[in-house]
């Protein structure tokens, strides 16, 4: 294993009843608050994707748009936002997804990505899967290929990897107490 990751790991911070009772909320702003783990961290995405042939990397609103953009300057990759609805002013695609209590959606602008474009969707934590699935729909009905799912953190508990059919999903850290 890398020797990075142990340092990563290290520096999210879980805080327990956040939002609400009985969830362990994975808090990745310390990580942020440490350069050498924060760049550790883009470094590990950067050194798996450079040279793939990747010309977009999708981030997702909010926290995947801390780690989405530098990856994609550094691989050479355009960055598009997949963002909450009515926050983009142009026309969109939308794709609804099931939370556990009710239904959020992502939208994408229009255009922004082209048919057969090779895509990396890029977000902080995987939980149930949902918001990745929605994030992967969005790209696959304009006709792009997404490569490989990649997130910070993984709660394998909640089995969100069984949720991606069998598209590819690497992650730098697991959780398993959740
Ligand atoms: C969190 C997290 C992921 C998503 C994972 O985002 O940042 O995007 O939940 O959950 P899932 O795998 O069960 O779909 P949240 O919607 O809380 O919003 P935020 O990123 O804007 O804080
Ligand atoms: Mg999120």
Avoid: W
């Amino acid at each position: 294993q890398d020797p990075r990751l142990h340092g990563i790991k290290t520096k999210i911070r879980v805080v327990p009843n956040f939002p609400k009772s009985g969830i362990m909320f994975q808090d990745i702003t310390t990580l942020l608050l440490d350069p050498k783990a924060f760049k550790d961290t883009i470094d590990l995405f950067v050194e798996r994707y450079k040279g793939k042939n990747i010309s977009v990397v999708a981030g997702i609103e909010a926290r995947g748009f801390i780690f989405g953009p530098p990856i994609a300057l550094a691989i050479g990759a355009k960055f598009v936002p997949l963002r909450k609805p009515r926050k983009l002013p142009g026309k969109v695609i939308s794709q609804e997804y099931i939370l556990e209590y009710g239904r959020d959606c992502l939208e994408m602008h229009v255009g922004a990505v082209e048919p057969g474009e090779r895509a990396l969707v890029v977000d902080d934590l995987i939980a149930t899967g949902g918001t990745l699935c929605a994030a992967m729909d969005l790209l696959e009905r304009v006709g792009a290929e997404v490569v490989e799912c990649a997130c910070v953190i993984e709660l394998p508990e909640l089995k969100g990897r069984e949720r991606l059919n069998g598209k590819p999903l690497y992650v730098l850290v697991e959780y398993a107490e959740i």
